[in-house]
């Protein structure tokens, strides 16, 4: 606290984060990319994977970008794009349809890329476990690269480059990336090399991007996919944010535009999380992730505008369906004779097959147990129970998946996430199995949720400099959540009702009388004058009518028990 001039509050927060010396404090703080990015060579398989695209290039040979339909998957795809089409590359892009198609590779897919005459296909943000897809693309012809960062599986991959940080063998091994910072450092080792080669690829390199230029995709892919916003995904967060503070693309301006967000040093991870994400997810999630990628690659003005508009429907749309499935599920548990289990498998064949993972999310929030929610699908004309699993802490998704994969078609994911398939005649014993699985990693014992807060707190300790110094803790997110206080045996002195079901609330403690805001907390029973309360809460500054005033967020309220 000393030596960096800051609040002993913030010092002891970084040193709970396992910051432990002044360096790094400070690199932690103000990341640079000069000082604080590991060499991006030493991304496993990156340089034979460049000379791959390179020699595509040169040969005139078609190259397919073949992506995810999500956040991450688009916005890895549009940074490779931006790269390649600038390079004179011969490109095409290819996204799964989610409801005819859906997650990943499929021979499908491959079959048609063959046809047309794909020499190269790069995935991104998946293929590592489509073995028997890539399996086919090679007997049909094609070369693969494979850039992902999901769990490797356990038969081995046939592709000819891999790139994914969990081989052992990978320098950015425990920087736990999402593939958007997976591209991002690709790009960076495949600007270098067709800078120096411009000359003779026939590239004009002034049009080429700089790496910098690509900073806000890797951002948004890497904030939305709740990767741990540390080591290189904070510098990456941490940069791209400042872009878009700064010069936001074409794109990323429009859907500001249309969803109100904040501007300037206002734009924060939230709004990447809850106003730009949602809608590229919407879009291939309701319809295609085409609009998503044509959105973030166009130069149009006039097309950015129509793009944005049409992915806002779908995110209202989105939240519709979302809403829908989320009321159902919460019916079929009411319902359950035996609603107490260790995890829920909840299954209903009008859920649109693009929200469910939402849902789940959903449920777990209100039970905290994993959840799978599964819809009915097709694949041709074949019928397919496919489903979306979301967890809770010492619950790894992919892993549960794996003991369960004698009843499964496909399965892949990672330890918070993962998506699976199988037969409708399997789907009930399926749903007793995963009830049963996540029984014997708990170890017979309901996980339960556990309150965490970084510090205790006197009303007193808090001003206005505090929670400015606490804001260059951001960017908050996975792995680095924005700080959380409690305090104590707070008296409520009084409170007042804010729109429909949220509350403003007057605290009060050895002499010092704080204002908090409690979302949706509208007719808690705790909410009562005189009443004792213990609260966890964040920071933030409140300006009104040009006066800045300290706000608490209040995120749990119990009974003091002091």
Known sequence: ATDLGINPVTSRILF??????????????????????PNPRELKNVIPAVERIIAAIKNNEYITIFSDFDVDGITSASQIWHVLSNAKAKLRYYVPDRQKEGYGLSEYAVKKLAEEKTNLLITLDCGITSVKEIRLAKELGLDVIVVDHHEIGQEENPADIIINPHQVECGFHNEKLATAGIAWLISIVLLKELQDKSTDLGIDSAKLPSNKELLDLAAVGTICDMVPLTGVNRLIASRGLDLIRQAPRLGIQALIDIAGLPVGN???????????????????RVESANLGFDLLTSNSSAEVKKLANTINKLNNDRKSLEEYARETCLEILENDEESEKFAYALYDDSFHLGVIGIAAQRIVEAKYRPVAVM???????????????????????????NKLSKLLISHGGHAEAGG????????????????????EIFKGEYPKKVSKFDLELNFSDINIQLVQELQTLAPFGIGNPSPLFKTSAAEIKQFFIMGESHVKVELHKENTTRTAIGWRMSGNKLLIRGNLVDIIYSLELNTYKGITSVQLIIKELTASCS
């Open 16 to 37: 709970q984060r396992n910051i432990r010396t002044v360096d790094q404090a400070k690199a932690f703080l103000t990341p640079t990319l000069r000082n604080h990015l």
């Open 375 to 401: 819809t009915l699908a097709k694949d041709g004309a074949k019928p397919l129970v496919k489903g979306s699993v979301r967890s809770v802490k010492g619950f790894h998704v992919a892993e549960a998946l």
């Open 420 to 439: 699976f398939s199988l037969e409708p005649e399997n789907l009930k014993e399926f749903q007793s199995k995963f009830n049963e699985v996540a029984k």
């Open 266 to 284: 206002r734009f924060s991870c939230s709004s990447v999380s809850f106003g730009i994400g949602p809608r590229l997810n919407a879009a291939g």
